[in-house]
């Protein structure tokens, strides 16, 4: 089996681990002052600062921290309830604290621990990435935070799409951190040498920060087009793509040079295996339902339902969406030089859009405007990219179809997951910090298109995976 590549930025990051986090650390941390001293106060970038350490890194510390044994995790997630409980409470005015404890609102409390829950229930799945990239979300905080200070300066800090920037750059260098793991993890159990497999797993998430950026700059450029009455706002695209490179960024080189100093032994690649194993037991069901032809009676099935959806609703800016999902489609295919997973990230997403969409008028809900569509949009296609991926790179000549899907899911379904939890708190701090009401929608949104998503995933999978191999 061929070694896999590494990269001019894979063995940078790896071999000079210190040299890389230093320089870029610095800078960060001094765009950051320098924000705070602009914006006079910064009591918005320190806020976001603080809310993101309590709502998304802690929670992914927390998962990677958990026992093995179940009794044990068991005890550590009801201590994990008590003390919430006991803060929840106390923001409440049930019962008083000492004035020396700084008590977190209840809101960013019950967050804090949806996600916990969240990542502790997917346990199996998740368990050696949260390990293995638990320094992702607080790098993934300070490439936020310094492109906050950049905004300070645009002035982008009380505009709801340096709202939706700041949630989605942490967002994509959260999952960018955990997809690194997600490979380290796969390469070292495959036999690789430690720093090597690091090297190879930085290469390796490059071309999903490239596809995250681009499906930043669709979203940006969409909505600026259509509230700047036909003009892009070119400050306001760029400043969003900085965010999302400056967090990608300090993810990718923090959890490289984590990986390419720390004492990993043979447990992690233990670990691994283990979760495979797992996910094939639990996925034998599944595959039993799912050969070629049903999978693709399901997808023409879905199909009937996106047709019925598209007839039956009426659907807000449909130009503007149909433009999106073309930009997303064409991201995909520069990204991850693939044709045929290109297709597939439409093929999910755009119906997975419909329905959602259909859901909505269905339960009298009101959909977000424009740009919480957008950015919920955008969140889940970089979530499908990530799972996506793994579809193509499962494609090898000796699998049929199902086992393409299996491998694929296999590896993808916890990248999709990881994102889905870290991008739904993501986006909560950001609504929650700058007072983003849209957000919140968003996050509703983003959830109902997630789930629809990854119900289609194994049947389109497996039906494209049969059709382009010709099993």
């Given amino acids: 089996m061929p070694a896999a590549p590494v990269g001019i930025v894979g063995e940078f990051a790896a071999n000079r681990p210190l040299l890389s986090n230093a320089i870029l650390g610095a800078g960060l941390i001094a765009l950051a002052a320098l924000g705070v001293r602009q914006a006079g106060d910064g009591g918005q970038i320190i806020s976001f600062a603080a809310n993101a350490l309590y709502v998304v890194a802690l929670p992914i510390a927390l998962a990677a921290l958990q026992p093995r044994r179940l009794v ?13 409980g006991v803060l929840a409470a106390a923001d409440m005015k049930v019962f008083p604290l000492p004035e020396m404890i700084a008590v977190p609102a209840a809101p960013m409390t ?28 607080f790098a993934a905080i300070l490439g936020t935070v310094g492109a906050l200070g950049y905004f300070a300066f645009e002035p982008m800090l009380d505009a709801s799409e340096g709202a939706a920037a700041a949630g989605l750059a942490l ?8 997809g690194i793991a997600a490979d380290f993890s796969r390469f070292f159990a495959g036999g690789a040498e430690r720093r090597q497999a690091t090297a190879a797993a930085c290469h390796a998430a490059l071309a999903i920060i490239v596809y995250s950026l681009l499906a930043v700059a669709a979203l940006l450029g969409i909505q600026t087009f259509k509230s700047n009455f036909g003009a892009v706002e070119w400050g306001v695209l760029w400043a969003g793509c900085t965010a999302c490179a400056a ?17 990993i032994g043979e447990q992690a690649a233990a670990d691994e295996n283990r979760r495979r194993q797992w996910f094939a037991a639990a996925w034998r069901p599944v595959r039993a339902l799912l050969p070629p032809t049903s ?35 064409i991201a995909s295919a520069v990204a991850f030089v693939s044709l045929r997973t290109s297709i ?11 329905l959602a969409g259909y859901a909505y008028a269905a339960l009298g809900m009101e959909p977000p405007e424009l740009l919480g569509r957008l950015t919920a949009l955008a969140l889940c296609a970089v979530a499908i990219g990530h799972m996506t991926v793994s579809w ?22 916890r990248r999709f997951l990881f994102v889905f939890g870290a991008g739904a708190a993501s986006l909560f701090v950001s609504a929650r910090t700058f007072e983003w009401q849209e957000g919140y929608t968003a996050i509703v949104y983003f959830m109902m298109t997630g789930f629809i998503s990854v119900l289609l995933a194994p049947a389109m999978m497996t039906a494209m995976s049969a059709r382009f191999r010709r099993y």
């Avoid at 990608?248 to 720390?262: D, E, I, K, M, N």
């Avoid at 597939?344 to 419909?354: E, G, H, K, N, R």
């Fill in 72 to 84: 044990r995790r068991l005890l550590f997630a009801l201590l994990i309830v008590l003390v919430a």
């Fill in 110 to 137: 019950f967050a804090a621990v949806g996600l916990t829950a969240f990542l502790i229930a997917l346990t199996p799945l998740t368990a050696n990435v949260a390990r293995l990239s638990v320094v992702a979300p």
């Fill in 171 to 178: 967002a994509f260098g959260a999952s960018a951190g955990a």
């Fill in 247 to 263: 967090a990608s960024a300090a993810a990718l080189f923090g959890v490289t040079g984590v990986l390419s100093t720390a004492q």
């Fill in 295 to 329: 999978a693709g009676a399901a997808a023409a099935i879905a199909g009937v339902f996106v047709v019925i959806a598209i007839f039956e609703t009426r659907f807000f800016a449909p130009v503007s969406l149909m433009v999106f999902f073309l930009l997303i489609w």
């Fill in 344 to 354: 597939l990230v439409f093929a999910i997403l755009a119906p997975s859009a419909v």
């Fill in 392 to 413: 193509r790179d499962a494609g090898d000549y000796w699998r049929n179809a199902r086992d393409v899907a299996e491998n694929a899911l296999s590896d993808g379904l």
